[in-house]
C-alpha cells in the first residue's frame, strides 16, 4: 500500500511529502530511495531524559522526493539504515554526529559514503562549524525555517509548523551537495573531503564506543588515587544509566562524584552523610557506590590513571603559538579555508613542541597529516627559520596580515 501524500500548506510554499506510521509504508518508501545514488537525512531527536538520544523524526530527500518517517510509531528502521552502507550510494548530511550515532548503534556500521555539508563548507569558506541555514543562505542565497527550535519532538501529533521546520533540515541537501561538490572540484579539494570524512567518521565512531570518563565536570586537582575512584564511578554509573535508560547524570551528578573521590571513603554510612546524597532514589545504591570506592582505593599504584610522564612543552611554545595561528588564519582566509577546520591553537602548539623538542619519536602531529599538511606546507618551518615574515599591508583590508617569503 502506498503511503498517503501530504500537502502542508505554508505562507509561501507547499511542500509535497510523505509521511511513514508503518513497516510497510518503510519499506516501499526504501525501494524508491534505493533506485537514488545519493539520500540526505536528518533527524529530531529527545536528549535529556533518556541514556541515548531519542529518535523521534527522520526526514528524507532523495531524487525529489521528501518523505518523514515517524520513528515513535515505525521501531524497526534496519532496511532504511542498510540503505546508507551500500557504497553506491552517498549519504548527505549537515552536521551528522548525531546521525551517525544513531545508524551505529543500530546495526554497528556506518555510511559507505559520507558527505556533511558542515565539513565541505569549510573547506571552501572561512566559517566553521557554520549552522544550516547560514550554509543555505550563503551558498544558496535561500531563506530557511526559523522556527519551532524548542519543539518536544516526543509529542503528538505533530503541527503542519513543525513538520515544515524538519522538513526544511534536508530540503537543500541536494542543492548544496551539488554545488559544495563544485566548489571543492574547481579548488582541487576533492581529495581533501574524502580524506576529511574518514577521519572525522572515525573520530566520531570512537566518540561513541570509547569510555569518557574523563569528561566529568571537576576532575582537574585529583590526584591519581582520586581519578582511580571518579573512573571506578563513572563505570558504575554509566552501567546503572544504561541499565535504566536515563542520563547519567541522574543518577548521580558530576560533583557529588567528585566530593566521593576527594573523601576516599567507602563505608556507606560516611558515604550517606554528604549533603546531596540524601535523595531516596539513591539510598537503595549506597553499596554499589560503596564498592565502587573501594576498587578505586584497592587498585595498585601501577594501574592507577594519570601516570604517563609527559615532558613539558619549550616555555616559548605559548607566545610563537599565538603568532603563528594568526600566520596560518590569515593564509586560510586567502585560501577560503575555514581556520577553525584546519586546526585549533592546540594543534598549533603540538606543531611547535613537536618542532622545536626534536622529539621524532612523539606521534606526528595533526597539522603535519594530510591536507593540513599540504596547506600549512612549509609555512611554519619558513616563519620560524626567519625565511618568511608577517607583516601589515592594508590597514583598511578585510586581511590586513601578509606573509613575506624570502627566494
Not at 554526529?97 to 572561512?126: C, K, N, S, T, Y
Request: hydrophobic share 40%.
Amino acid at each position: 500500500m502506498w503511503p498517503k501524500r501530504l500537502f502542508v500548506k505554508r505562507s509561501s510554499s507547499i511542500s509535497d511529502h510523505t509521511f511513514i506510521t508503518t513497516e510497510s509504508q518503510l519499506a516501499a518508501l526504501v525501494d524508491r530511495l534505493a533506485q537514488h545514488d545519493w539520500l540526505g537525512f536528518d533527524t529530531e531527536f529527545v536528549s535529556e531524559h533518556t541514556y541515548r538520544s531519542q529518535l523521534c523524526l527522520v526526514q528524507v530527500a532523495a531524487g525529489g522526493e521528501l518523505a518523514v518517517i515517524d520513528t515513535l510509531k515505525v521501531k524497526e528502521l534496519e532496511p532504511f539504515w542498510r540503505l546508507l552502507t551500500d557504497p553506491a550510494r552517498t549519504t548527505v548530511v549537515h552536521a551528522g554526529r548525531e546521525e551517525m550515532g544513531f545508524i551505529l548503534h543500530a546495526i554497528g556500521e556506518r555510511p559507505a559514503r559520507l558527505f556533511d555539508v558542515q565539513v565541505a563548507a569549510g573547506l571552501v569558506d572561512h566559517d566553521y562549524p557554520a549552522g544550516y541555514g547560514a550554509i543555505v543562505r550563503r551558498m544558496l542565497g535561500q531563506p530557511t525555517n526559523k522556527g519551532e527550535t524548542r519543539t518536544d519532538w516526543r509529542k503528538r501529533p505533530l503541527t503542519h509548523a513543525q513538520i515544515e521546520y524538519a522538513l526544511d533540515d534536508v530540503r537543500h541537501l541536494d542543492e548544496l551537495w551539488k554545488t559544495l561538490t563544485g566548489r571543492l572540484a574547481d579548488r582541487g579539494r576533492i581529495d581533501w573531503m574524502t580524506e576529511e570524512m574518514a577521519t572525522w567518521m572515525d573520530e566520531v565512531e570512537a566518540s561513541f564506543t570509547r569510555k569518557r570518563w574523563r569528561r566529568v565536570s571537576g576532575l582537574n586537582g585529583l590526584n591519581r588515587r582520586e581519578l582511580a575512584i571518579a573512573r571506578e564511578l563513572w563505570h558504575w554509573r554509566d552501567s546503572v544509566a544504561d541499565a535504566r535508560d536515563m542520563p547519567p547524570k541522574r543518577v548521580l551528578r558530576d560533583d557529588l562524584l567528585v566530593e566521593l573521590c576527594k573523601r576516599k571513603n567507602a563505608d556507606p554510612q560516611q558515604i550517606a552523610a554528604i549533603r546531596g546524597m540524601q535523595r531516596s532514589d539513591l539510598r537503595h545504591i549506597l553499596p554499589a557506590i560503596a564498592e565502587a570506592v573501594e576498587r578505586g582505593l584497592s587498585l595498585p599504584d601501577a594501574d592507577l590513571p594519570g601516570g604517563e610522564k609527559h615532558r613539558p612543552p619549550p616555555a616559548q611554545v605559548n607566545v610563537l603559538g599565538q603568532f603563528l595561528a594568526t600566520a596560518v588564519g590569515g593564509l586560510c582566509r586567502q585560501l577560503e579555508i575555514a581556520p577553525a577546520l584546519l586546526g585549533t591553537a592546540s594543534d598549533m602548539r603540538e606543531l611547535l613542541a613537536y618542532k622545536l623538542s626534536n622529539q621524532k619519536n612523539m606521534p606526528p602531529p595533526a597539522l603535519t597529516q594530510g591536507w593540513r599538511a599540504d596547506v600549512v606546507g612549509d609555512l611554519i618551518d619558513e616563519l620560524l627559520n626567519g625565511r618568511a615574515a608577517l607583516r601589515i599591508n592594508d590597514l583598511h583590508s578585510r586581511d590586513p596580515l601578509v606573509i613575506d617569503r624570502r627566494g
